[in-house]
């Protein structure tokens, strides 16, 4: 195997399925549990709450497996997907600030 299939190999088994997974279980299955600092008691409606912030994970995985294959076939060179997977990175962070707006509860 040459260098370019073994960092793809690594950033799919690395990066995108362990977010697949993970958004896959918070959104789909409703391991509310796998979200950091969850506490029930502070959401008005805790199942779409996890889900948005579950596929936001998923979509996260998605993209990131895209970048490495775009990387393996050429598009790109090594400090686009630095820059890439930066701007991917971002990607759940406003879903995390829709989701508190919309589903936090108000009540102290």
């Not at 950033?11 to 362990?18: C, E």
């Not at 400090?79 to 997977?85: E, K």
Request: aromatic share 10%; net charge neutral.
């Amino acid at each position: 195997m040459d260098e370019l299939t073994i960092g793809l190999v690594v950033m799919i088994i690395a990066g995108s399925l362990p977010c697949i997974l993970v958004g896959y279980l918070i959104a789909v299955k409703q391991k509310r549990g796998l979200i950091a600092g969850w506490d029930e008691s502070k959401v008005s409606n805790p199942e779409a709450y996890a889900k948005l912030l579950g596929y936001s994970v998923l979509l996260l995985g998605v993209l990131i497996a895209l970048v490495s294959f775009i990387w393996y076939f050429g598009l790109i060179d090594e400090m686009g997907v630095a820059v890439a997977l930066l701007l991917v990175s971002l990607v759940p962070v406003p879903f995390v600030f829709v989701a508190n707006k919309k589903y936090k509860s108000h009540v102290s």
